[in-house]
């Protein structure tokens, strides 16, 4: 037969316990969010360098492809495909990447 444990012990681990997991738990998706927003600006300056080669002035390139992206929601919009084409012209790859990477692996 196990002998029942001193409550007060108990407690006193449980509550050491349950500090390291909630410790744990907002580390871990503070690095979850930090991956993904690289990943996405990862995507947005590809996408940009994607219109860059394609878009013409006057060609309605941009309006189109917003109305063809809307099923993925409204980050897509004619405005923020426009700040993505101006966010690849602006920046060389190797400008963000190495401050994502330094941000990702610590």
């Given amino acids: 037969m196990e002998k029942e444990p001193n409550n007060e012990i108990f407690y006193q681990n449980y509550i050491e316990d349950l500090?390291?997991?909630?410790?744990?738990?907002?580390?871990?998706?503070?690095?979850?969010?930090?991956?993904?927003?690289?990943?996405?600006?990862?995507?947005?300056?590809?996408?940009?360098?994607?219109?860059?080669?394609r878009k013409t002035w006057g060609s309605k390139y941009i309006e189109k492809l917003s109305n063809d992206l809307s099923e993925y929601g409204k980050g897509y919009s004619k405005q923020n495909l426009?700040?993505?084409?101006?966010?690849?012209?602006?920046?060389?790859?190797?400008e963000f990447s190495q401050q994502l990477a330094d941000q990702i692996i610590p």
Wanted: aromatic share 12%; hydrophobic share 40%.
């Fill in 19 to 53: 500090k390291k997991i909630k410790e744990t738990i907002k580390i871990n998706q503070n690095k979850a969010m930090v991956y993904v927003n690289s990943q996405m600006i990862i995507t947005y300056y590809q996408i940009g360098t994607i219109i860059n080669k």
């Fill in 82 to 94: 426009k700040y993505m084409s101006k966010f690849a012209a602006e920046f060389s790859q190797n």
